[in-house]
């Protein structure tokens, strides 16, 4: 069975951090691009950041210098460290994954043709 799941959500104060983990079983991980989506209230669903099997990394222009992905194929894993938290960040953090190129439907909620989590929630008060 393919699974992702999510950890490591929660609250945190503004300029805290968080280290979001994502647990991938069920198929061949290494040949997958894999990326952090979010999607506040009311909001679209946001490319945060995106890994591809080669290595190469791209951020939104929020993350940028803020957050880093990261992932370790030998443990099918991927990572967000979030440093320096703003209320609004304040979103559920979804991970997913997919032959290249990773793709999400449309912006209205977070989903696409490949693997995706089920979210984890993450809180930045001010």
């Known amino acids: 069975e393919v699974q992702l799941v999510e950890s490591g959500g929660g609250s945190v104060q503004s ?10 079983s069920g198929f061949t991980f290494d040949d997958f ?4 989506f979010r999607q506040a209230p009311g ?13 190469s990394s791209d ?3 929020s993350a940028k210098g803020r957050f880093t992905i990261s992932r370790d194929n ?10 320096s938290l703003k209320p609004s960040d304040t979103a559920v953090y979804y991970c997913a994954a997919e032959r290249p190129p990773l793709r999400k439907y449309d912006d ?19």
């Open 33 to 36: 691009e894999v990326g952090w």
């Open 15 to 24: 300029g805290g951090s968080l280290r979001l983990s994502c647990t991938a």
């Open 43 to 55: 909001s679209e669903c946001e490319l945060v950041s995106m890994l591809s099997s080669d290595g």
């Open 108 to 126: 209205v909620f977070c989903g696409g043709p490949g693997y995706w989590g089920q979210g984890t929630q993450v809180t930045v008060s001010s």
């Open 74 to 83: 030998a443990k099918n894993m991927l990572y967000l460290q979030m440093n």
């Open 59 to 61: 951020y939104s222009n």
